[in-house]
């Protein structure tokens, strides 16, 4: 079945800093994946996403890079600040054809330090 | 503009009782999704519906889950009766349409709702 993991379940960053948020996806059929970002207590927020015909998409102060080659996801946050503090979910569809249905990851917690 | 609507937020209830959800999608979307949210866990979805029509429900438990959209607006999410297990955050989303990445598919999740089994 589908699999989607996160290598570090918590990370902790120092306000300022960039952030960097890893994801493996087992099925090389998926075709669109989006980064959501959980607060305590609130549904996910969407935050961005990407086709798999692109391997990088810039928004305001994230990047997602995706290497199909690999299978690996990753979310960058640029000058990461207290707000970003959260859990954060990659999570990936397998095409049209499956319509909208989204497999999620476990989640990583990211701890911004003041 | 309004997003999906949840409530209750919290619901402590015994086992074998039963418990009813309720979602308010943002205004003008066709498509609605249920998930359920262990600790610690992403959402696992447990129905979609496209407008009134329930499309994928294959992670319920068909035996005590059941869900309706009347009218394609506001949808009911049921468990009869609660077990242990049910515990967990209950999430509603909602998209413009059902396939497509981008604007139209891109799913707006509601606050949910925290559902704790004694």
């Known amino acids: 079945g589908e699999s989607v993991g996160l290598h570090l379940p918590t990370l902790s960053v120092q306000e300022g800093d960039n952030s960097i948020i890893n994801c493996a996806y087992s099925?090389?059929?998926?075709?669109?994946f989006i980064w959501y970002k959980q607060e305590s207590g609130k549904g996910p927020q969407f935050i961005i996403d990407?086709?798999?015909?692109?391997d990088k998409r810039q928004g305001q102060r994230v990047t997602v890079l995706l290497n199909k080659t690999v299978k690996h996801l990753s979310l960058q946050i640029a000058a990461t600040q207290p707000g970003d503090s959260a859990v954060y979910f990659c999570?990936?569809?397998?095409?049209?054809?499956?319509?909208?249905?989204?497999?999620f990851g476990g989640g990583t917690r990211v701890l911004v330090k003041p | 503009e309004a997003g999906v609507v949840q409530s209750p937020r919290y619901k402590i209830i015994e086992k074998k009782q039963p418990v009813a959800f309720w979602c308010n999608p943002i205004s003008g979307h066709n498509t609605l999704y249920w998930y359920r949210q262990n600790l610690g866990q992403g959402p696992e979805l447990l129905i979609r519906?496209?407008?009134?029509?329930?499309?994928?429900d294959s992670q319920s438990p068909k035996d005590r889950f059941s869900a309706e959209r009347l009218k394609g607006v506001d949808s009911t999410l049921k468990i009869q009766p609660a077990e242990l297990g049910d515990s967990a955050v209950y999430l509603c989303?909602?998209?413009?349409?059902?396939?497509?990445?981008?604007?139209?598919?891109?799913?707006?999740f509601g606050p949910g709702t925290r559902l704790l089994v004694l």
């Open positions: 999570a990936l569809a397998l095409g049209e054809a499956a319509g909208n249905k989204l497999t």
């Open positions: 989303a909602s998209s413009l349409t059902g396939v497509g990445a981008g604007a139209q598919g891109t799913q707006y």
């Open positions: 990407i086709r798999s015909n692109m």
């Open positions: 519906y496209e407008n009134e029509e329930a499309v994928d």
């Open positions: 099925n090389s059929a998926s075709d669109y």
